[in-house]
């Protein structure tokens, strides 16, 4: 079946460092994927998407780029703010018909001032 | 535009007690719906989908149920909550006859003591 690996965190950054969390998957065919975030005491937004290969997916200064060769969909971001500070979620949605979303365990991301 | 509701926000019930958590979406017609659950330190895990109303699909046997007695209305039941059920519960909808991008609620976060 579908699968998603997260990197485990929690993660601590200073601001304005570089992030990179990184999300491998395990699918058959060609599934879309997707990174969601979550903020304190809230419910998940979705962040970026992709929907195949070598598409790059961006928002709010974050990038992922669906790499079906590592079967990888890194979320970066070249120089995160202490507002960045929430839970990532990376996801996936499998390319047969009514699949459901397979989520990551999540990874905490704290920047610090 | 499309939103959301969850209520209540928060939750706290004893052990034994019944349940019930209500989901509506504004703005969209013949929306898919989702339950999910959140437990501390773990990643979500799906637990109910609905395609329709009265159309209900279980993901986990579990001790929840769930209705969708109104085309934009989703409810999550109990009729004893154990120590378990604890943890954060989030609705979410789709549109389409894939599970493409889901739009998550706030959430409710219930405490079973």
């Known amino acids: 079946g579908n699968s998603v690996t997260q990197m485990e965190g929690p993660v601590t950054l200073s601001e304005e460092a570089f992030l990179t969390i990184n999300c491998t998957y395990t699918?058959?065919?060609?599934?879309?994927l997707f990174w969601y975030v979550q903020y304190p005491g809230e419910g998940l937004q979705l962040l970026l998407k992709?929907?195949?290969?070598?598409d790059k997916g961006s928002n709010k200064g974050f990038e992922a780029t669906y790499r079906k060769e590592t079967t990888s969909f890194h979320l970066e971001k070249g120089s995160v703010q202490v507002s960045d500070s929430a839970v990532y979620f990376c996801?996936?949605?499998?390319?047969?018909?009514?699949?459901?979303?397979?989520f990551g365990t999540g990874t905490r991301l704290t920047i610090i001032p | 535009s499309q939103t959301i509701h969850q209520w209540p926000a928060t939750l706290v019930q004893p052990v034994g007690s019944p349940l019930s958590l209500e989901c509506t979406v504004e703005?969209?017609?013949?929306?898919?719906l989702y339950w999910y659950r959140q437990a501390a330190g773990r990643g979500l895990q799906l637990l109910f989908y609905?395609?329709?109303?009265?159309?209900i699909s279980s993901e986990v046997p579990q001790n929840l149920s769930a209705s969708r007695p109104q085309d934009r209305q989703f409810i999550l039941s109990s009729k004893k909550l154990l120590l378990s059920d604890s943890g954060f519960y989030l609705c979410?909808?789709?549109?389409?006859?894939?599970?493409?991008?889901?739009?998550f609620g706030p959430g409710t976060r219930l405490l079973v003591l």
């Open positions: 979410a909808w789709s549109v389409g006859r894939g599970w493409e991008t889901q739009y």
């Open positions: 699918a058959t065919g060609y599934p879309s």
């Open positions: 992709a929907t195949k290969a070598d």
């Open positions: 996801a996936l949605k499998g390319s047969f018909g009514n699949e459901k979303l397979t």
């Open positions: 703005g969209t017609s013949n929306p898919n």
């Open positions: 609905s395609v329709g109303i009265g159309q």
